[in-house]
């Protein structure tokens, strides 16, 4: 299993994937940023093709993540592109970015505020209100919100929300998200259940080890609830300065992690043994991975006018149990080394085989629809 794993090397390797929409920012000022205009409906239906994923490293599609039980987890870094997509999404005449954006003056200032943490944090005034939007008591020059995506669990639901450690209530997403993430699921529906299979085949042989049994029970719970990439963390900012966030690893929450980059530049470094990685992300970019299983880092850059200001989804595993996930961050033996390659080794496998993919736009459509019609539980 393990064996496809990264070997040491003793350079540093930099790869690039930088992709730029053809669509213009202009600014009327820092302070008010023009929305986007995407003429869709106006596109040539050849334009809406199918979007795979691919390897990071195709060498080496299996990198080396954190020390489980003595060995190191294997996890998967895959990237795909779709400028269309990631204009759809942002576009949503219902969602917070189609409107000129109008940052507040604490953003603006770039003044050091008293609050440190999330928790502490005020909410954003403003048009960001409504979409549950805060000041970042870390990255200070962000604004941040919690959604859900899954139309089931109606327009406000309980998730564990990582930047707060503890569960909060979380609003549904915009439409177009929503329905991206439904579609997304969707489709991809053949390698979640490989998931599920290795998982429940794990857990019928270790009948025995309660801790274990919990760990895996935890991970079905929330595949078959719709979890992952049930939370999303937004992220929104004028872009005015380069800015760096500091090196971490993501909670248990990562263990499935998608990023879609809505607006501006940033780069992600993430290290596997004794080698520095660095992706560039544009409007556009999406990866796949699992952060929970890296130390990374990221670097936001200034905005320009081919890229706009930074507008970034974090969508993450949804657990609705906040002591269960707590206890599960903390499960780092051979439990969860298993868990690790069975869903390292089915992304591996759907990958290798061209199996997994973005939804094309008509399908993301086809369930914004959908979503529309089904009623919503509160």
């Not at 569960?167 to 991206?180: G, Y």
């Not at 078959?224 to 963390?233: L, S, T």
């Amino acid at each position: 299993m393990t064996g496809g794993l990264v070997a040491m090397r003793q350079h540093t390797r930099q790869s690039v994937r930088a992709r730029h929409t053809s669509q213009r920012f202009y600014g009327k000022s820092w302070r008010l940023c023009a929305a986007v205009e995407v003429p869709l409906d106006s596109q040539p239906a050849g334009n809406d093709h199918i979007q795979r994923f691919r390897h990071f490293d195709p060498k080496w599609p299996l990198q080396a993540g954190v020390y489980f039980d003595g060995r190191r987890a294997p996890l998967v870094f895959a990237l795909s592109e779709s400028e269309q997509l990631a204009a759809y999404i942002r576009s949503d005449p219902l969602g917070p970015f189609a409107q000129e954006l109008v940052w507040p003056d604490v953003i603006l200032s770039g003044e050091r505020q008293a609050y440190e943490n999330e928790t502490d944090a005020p909410s954003a005034p403003g048009q960001w209100t409504g979409w549950g939007f805060q000041f970042s008591g870390k990255e200070q020059y962000l604004l941040k919100a919690d959604w859900h995506t899954v139309n089931a669990l109606g327009n406000t639901c309980d998730m564990f929300v990582p930047r707060k450690g503890a569960n909060t209530p979380c609003q549904i997403a915009p439409p177009r998200l929503l329905a991206f993430m439904e579609s997304f699921r969707a489709i991809n529906q053949a390698c979640w259940q490989k998931m599920v299979d290795g998982i429940r085949n794990v857990k019928e042989e270790c009948t025995n080890n309660w801790d274990e049994q919990r760990l895996l029970s935890i991970l079905l719970n929330a595949f078959e609830q719709g979890g992952h990439f049930a939370a999303v963390e937004v992220q929104a900012g004028p872009g005015l300065e380069n800015h760096s966030m500091s090196w971490h690893r993501d909670g248990v929450c990562g263990l499935l992690h998608l990023a879609i980059t809505l607006g501006g530049s940033r780069t992600i470094q993430f290290r596997s043994p004794n080698e520095m990685h660095e992706v560039q992300l544009g409007p556009g970019s999406f990866y796949l991975s699992s952060p929970f299983l890296f130390d990374h880092g990221v670097r936001y850059s200034k905005t320009s006018q081919d890229t706009g200001p930074l507008l970034t989804l974090m969508c993450r595993f949804g657990f609705l149990n906040e002591k269960d996930t707590l206890w599960a961050g903390g499960e780092h033996g051979p439990q969860m080394h298993k868990i690790t390659e069975i869903i390292a080794t089915c992304l591996k496998d759907a990958i290798d085989t061209s199996e997994f993919r973005l939804p094309a736009l008509q399908e993301v459509r086809a369930w914004e629809e959908d979503c529309h019609q089904l009623p919503a539980k509160c």
